[in-house]
């Protein structure tokens, strides 16, 4: 069995939810195949938009309700050829339309719009891609996501609850027979979940549809995951702003996993972990470029030699230096700092310290700056006041860049050719991290010198 997952772009406009139609089909003749979608290009973004225009009691909702509402229309009318077909695909997704109407009236009326209300109206995207899917293609058979993915609360946010959805996902997939005879193609809704103790509707997260592909393939020990999306695979760098940016073969998990972290937008970072411990291979495809062998992405890479495979960054970072002497010697600081900011469920992404233990930085996305600091000045409120500490450090406006290769530490003197470019093209180091593994070197720059650092490297 295989897993496909197709993303928004993919089921974004005619030409595209036809191709998936064509490699969905190739694939089924041989075995059964799971297909998990995202909602139409846009449209959650759209969804969310109308949330708040209905929320300020602004009834100009109802046009972009009326927007969304003829798209789908329109994409129906064009690819579903039959017409028995084309009415009782209509009928559901109207259906679904009528329920999602009632809800913006309803934020429209009382000015409310609760954190459980805006996951019930995301859903809808993907509710009204998968039906529109599952009628589309051959023997489709659409499953309901919400009947096996589920959520748990952690610290304020859904956050999938692992054991219970493989044995509900196994459950759900019980009785699928596996053998080539099996030619159905079983559609799922991406993204979205059920809360495991209120059942209510949750979602994954943006970017979910890849993690629920991945978790279906690690419950089912599928013979590959392939995400199928608007790119030939993953790139040495960001195409848009390195021209000689070529595709990448073959990864391994880790160099998937930190290109991932760093601001490659190929693939969630977290669909990675649950096919690597069962070491399903994944497979980054074109839905615009079938024929393009994409990029692989496996437990080891054969008789690969180059010590670089590839050159990621995250633009608007900020980094929290948090420093004092008292820090010396003291067991506890940076356990301290790390559970304060996950508390307030803020991600780091890299850590920087000093030999001598006096100032650690940390970096963030600057939209998490304030709220990071603000959370750290609070818990070493006491040591700030007697000085043995000083007030969080804020400095703002800065990219971080990662170099990612397993073959690094096989190389030595990359470090040292790395600064060397970047000094030599007056570009400062603000701050550096490597582990011990030495996949990856991060380091932060001045944002303003983002593009230009890109491309010396390169």
């Known amino acids: 069995m295989k897993v496909l997952k197709f993303g928004g772009t993919s089921v974004g406009s005619v030409k595209s939810i036809l191709s998936l139609k064509r490699i969905v089909e190739a694939e089924a003749r041989t075995q059964p195949v799971v297909v998990v979608v995202s909602a139409l290009d846009g449209i959650t973004d759209e969804l969310i938009a109308t949330s708040k225009i209905a929320l300020q009691g602004d009834e100009r909702w109802k046009d972009n309700f009326d927007e969304m509402v003829t798209r789908h229309h329109q994409m129906i009318d064009t690819i579903i050829t039959d ?9 559901k997704v109207d259906a679904l339309f009528e329920q999602l109407r009632s809800i913006y009236y309803g934020v429209f009326l009382i000015h409310d719009l609760s954190g459980k209300t805006l996951d019930a109206i995301v859903s809808y995207g993907e509710r009204l891609s998968s039906n529109i899917v599952a009628s589309l293609v051959k023997n489709g058979v659409r499953m309901n996501a919400r009947d096996f993915i589920r959520t748990e609360k952690k610290n304020g946010k859904h956050t999938l609850d692992a054991d219970l959805t493989v044995k509900l996902v196994k459950e759900a997939f019980g009785q699928v027979d596996t053998t080539p005879n099996n030619k159905a193609v079983y559609v799922v809704p991406g993204f979205i979940a059920r809360d495991r103790d209120s059942h209510e509707t949750t979602n994954l997260g943006r970017g979910g549809s890849d993690y ?3 978790i279906i393939a690690a419950s089912l020990d599928a013979e590959i995951l392939e995400i199928w999306t608007d790119v030939d695979g993953f790139m040495t760098a960001d195409p848009k702003v390195i021209k000689s940016a070529y595709t990448i073969n073959e990864l391994s998990y880790v160099e998937a996993m930190e290109l991932c972290n760093f601001g490659a937008k190929v693939i969630y970072p977290p669909t990675i972990y649950p096919v690597c411990i069962k070491n399903i291979p994944i497979k980054v495809k074109n839905t615009f470029n079938p024929n393009h062998p994409g990029t692989l992405i496996k437990e080891k890479i054969d008789d690969d030699n180059k010590p670089i495979k590839g050159i990621s960054s ?71 006041e007697t000085g043995a500490m000083f007030p969080m450090q804020v400095e703002s406006g800065l990219a971080t860049i990662a170099i990612v290769g397993e073959n690094m530490k096989q190389t030595p003197g990359i470090a040292g050719k790395l600064f060397g470019t970047l000094g030599r093209s007056g570009i400062s180091v603000i701050a550096c991290a ?25």
């Open 212 to 214: 629920t592909a991945a």
């Open 434 to 458: 490597q582990g011990a593994s030495e996949t990856n070197i991060s380091f932060v720059v001045d944002g303003r010198f983002l593009r230009k650092s890109l491309n010396v490297l390169h």
């Open 314 to 384: 995250i633009k608007g970072t900020s980094l929290i230096t948090v420093t004092g002497l008292s820090m010396v010697g003291v067991i506890g600081v940076n356990r301290r700092i790390f559970t304060t900011l996950a508390n307030k469920g803020i991600s780091v992404f890299m850590v920087s310290q000093a030999s001598s233990e006096n100032s650690t930085s940390i970096g963030v996305r600057d939209e998490d700056a304030a709220a990071a600091a603000d959370a750290l000045n609070a818990e070493f409120a006491k040591e700030i």
């Open 83 to 91: 017409n028995k077909k084309r009415v009782d695909l209509f009928n």
